[in-house]
Nanobody, 118 residues
């Protein structure tokens, strides 16, 4: 059984930082492209950041470039999202997503709430 378990969300003031973690079980993340998506209330789910399985190339949504960093620890089978200089518009449920590098297999986590408010 595959499980992606997100943690690290919470309430933070504008300008603050949070680090999200996505611990995978049932898959080996080194063979998966790993991503973070987010969905604000009433909005569509959007890609925040992605890291490839081979080489670890990254790409980010324009709205988070320079503030967020995605990374992976294959030994711990965990992906991270370091979020700095948080803004109220970053408030959303953040989801971890795994896509097998050769296609055909996709998994979502259950999400973790991030709220940026004073």
């Amino acid at each position: 059984q595959v499980q992606l378990l997100e943690s690290g969300g919470g309430l933070v003031q504008p300008g603050g930082s949070l680090r999200l973690s996505c611990a995978a079980s049932g898959i080996t993340i080194r063979t998966y492209h790993m991503s973070w998506y987010r969905q604000a209330l009433g909005e569509e789910r959007e890609l925040v950041a992605r890291i490839t399985s081979i080489g670890g190339s990254t790409n980010y949504a324009d709205s988070v470039k320079g503030r967020f960093t995605i990374s992976r620890d294959n030994a711990k089978n965990t992906v991270y999202l370091q979020m700095n200089s948080l803004k109220p518009e970053d408030t959303a449920v953040y989801y971890c997503y795994a896509a097998f590098q050769y296609g055909g297999l996709f998994y979502w986590g259950q999400g973790t709430q991030v709220t940026v408010s004073s």
